[in-house]
């Protein structure tokens, strides 16, 4: 477990490392921020940059929070632990992802996201996808508590209904990833984005029907 709190700190501090061995090679004013088509809307400080970092460490810093909570929730065990510590890991790697992929946007001042040989849409949906497959993998082992896991009232009414909806939630999740990655594969843009909100929006959809029906058995 030590192990796994050290590989945790250095990811949370990881995008706060790279940023700051690249400002010194940016250039003074950068793309600052792009509209839904990927087109750059504003121009400023390279400073700017270090607002990504911070959000990792801000969601780092949350993520062991709640592990805290939902251990003590779980009573025996570190399941939602371990878990906690997972998905934390996991949006780290995202954020290091997006900080790599925009430090290089603001190295060669791209003013026009959709240039790039890497779309950005494609890029985001493809990592959230390989996210939530890795995620609904663990997702059954939760045990029941108030921050982790498919959490409705009915999912909460009862032991045997919050193991169902976990499991359902775990399956839906490894779907609605896979589905994600192909939409991504296949499609750019906002279309890529419009197709992997509404496979979300599904996902939730069915994942609040089902533990409705669970409860109800």
Not at 151 to 169: I, L, P, V, Y
């Amino acid at each position: 477990m030590k192990a796994k709190k050290i590989l945790y700190i250095l990811l949370m501090l990881l995008p706060l490392a790279v940023t700051l061995l690249a400002l010194p090679i940016l250039p003074d004013q950068i793309p600052a921020h792009y509209d839904f088509n990927n087109q750059v809307t504003r121009w400023g400080s390279k400073y700017e940059m270090l607002v990504m970092p911070a959000l990792t460490i801000v969601v780092g810093i949350f993520m062991l929070w709640m592990a805290k909570v939902t251990r003590k929730q779980e009573g025996e065990g570190e399941n939602n632990y371990k878990i906690c510590v997972f998905a934390g890991m996991l949006g780290m790697g995202v954020f290091t992802a997006m900080t790599v992929y925009f430090l290089y946007a603001a190295f060669i001042r791209v003013e026009n996201l959709n240039t790039l040989p890497l779309n950005l849409d494609s890029l985001l949906w493809t990592l959230l996808g390989l996210m939530l497959i890795l995620l609904g993998n663990v997702m059954p082992k939760a045990k029941k508590n108030s921050l982790l896991g498919l959490r409705t009232k009915w999912s909460m009414s009862s032991d045997e209904a919050w193991k169902k909806s976990q499991r359902f939630g775990g399956i839906a999740a490894i779907v609605s990833g896979a589905a994600m990655l192909l939409v991504s594969f296949l499609t750019k843009g906002m279309t890529c984005t419009l197709i992997c909100l509404c496979i979300l929006t599904a996902m939730v959809i069915l994942d609040t029907v089902y533990s409705y029906e669970a409860a109800k058995v």
